[in-house]
C-alpha cells in the first residue's frame, strides 16, 4: 500500500470557521491532489500540485487553496467553512500525470469526514 | 473533453453469481483506463488497469479489456463473492489532459 495519510480523519466545525486538512505521503511522489466524494458526483478534483509551490485548480476549486511547501505534504484549506462543503475529502499521489501511462496511476489516502454545521 | 461514462448503480447480486459493469469513456488522446475499488469507510484502492488498447487488467478475480473501436472498459467477475460488496469506480487519464477523470460510481451488494 502506498504511504499516504491524512489528517484528521474526521472533524466537525461551525460555518464560518477556518478549516485546514493536511495529506502526507512517503512516496515521494512528484503529483498530489484534493478530491472530494459526493453522493450522485462521484470523485471531483478540488486543487493539485505538481511540484513543491507548484498548483493547479480542478473543477471545483472555489472556496478552497492548498499550500505545499514540502513534497511529502499536501494541505487543503477551507478559508471559511460552508454547509455546502460537508464532504468526504480524499487526497490522492501519483508518479507523473498526463503520460497516458501506468505511473500516471493514482493511489489514495484513507479520506478525511468533514462535516460543516 | 475527457468523460468517463458508468452503468448505473446500485447493482445487487447472489454470491457466485456473474458480474458486469459498464463503462464507457470520451478521450481526446490515447488514455490509460483503470478501475477503483472503495470498501465501506476506506479510500478508493486500484483494482486493475490498462495503458492501451487491447490490453487486459486484471486482479483478484475481476477483468476488463480496454477496447479502443467500443469506446468502452467493462468490469467482469464469473462469481461474486460477498467480499466483493463495494463500490466500484472507472477512471480515466489521457496523455492530453491534466486530471484524472472518475464515473460516478456503481455500488455492489453481493448476498449469500
Known amino acids: 500500500d502506498a504511504g499516504i495519510t491524512q489528517s484528521p480523519r474526521h472533524k466537525v466545525t461551525e460555518t464560518g470557521t477556518p478549516v485546514t486538512l493536511r495529506c502526507h505521503q512517503t512516496e515521494n511522489h512528484r503529483y498530489m491532489y484534493w478530491y472530494r466524494q459526493d453522493p450522485g458526483h462521484g470523485l471531483r478534483l478540488i486543487h493539485y500540485s505538481y511540484g513543491v509551490k507548484d498548483t493547479d485548480k480542478g473543477e471545483v476549486s472555489d472556496g478552497y487553496s492548498v499550500s505545499r511547501s514540502k513534497t511529502e505534504d499536501f494541505l487543503l484549506t477551507l478559508e471559511s467553512a460552508t454547509s455546502s462543503q460537508t464532504s468526504v475529502y480524499f487526497c490522492a499521489i501519483s508518479e507523473a500525470h498526463g503520460t497516458g501511462g501506468s505511473t500516471d496511476t493514482q493511489y489514495f489516502g484513507p479520506g478525511t469526514r468533514l462535516t460543516v454545521l | 473533453g475527457d468523460s468517463v461514462t458508468q452503468m448505473e448503480g446500485p447493482v445487487t447480486l447472489s454470491e457466485e453469481a456473474c458480474l458486469t459493469i459498464n463503462c464507457t469513456y470520451t478521450a481526446t488522446g490515447y488514455p490509460s483506463l483503470f478501475w477503483y475499488v472503495q470498501y465501506p469507510g476506506e479510500g478508493l484502492q486500484l483494482l486493475l488497469k490498462?495503458?492501451?488498447?487491447?490490453d487486459k487488467g486484471s486482479n483478484k478475480g475481476f477483468e476488463a479489456t480496454y477496447r479502443k473501436e467500443t469506446t468502452s472498459f467493462h468490469l467482469e467477475k464469473g462469481s461474486v463473492q460477498v467480499s466483493d460488496s463495494a463500490v466500484y469506480f472507472c477512471a480515466l487519464t489521457s496523455n492530453t489532459g491534466n486530471q484524472f477523470y472518475f464515473g460516478t460510481g456503481t455500488s455492489l451488494t453481493v448476498i449469500p
Open positions: 490498462a495503458t492501451k488498447a487491447d
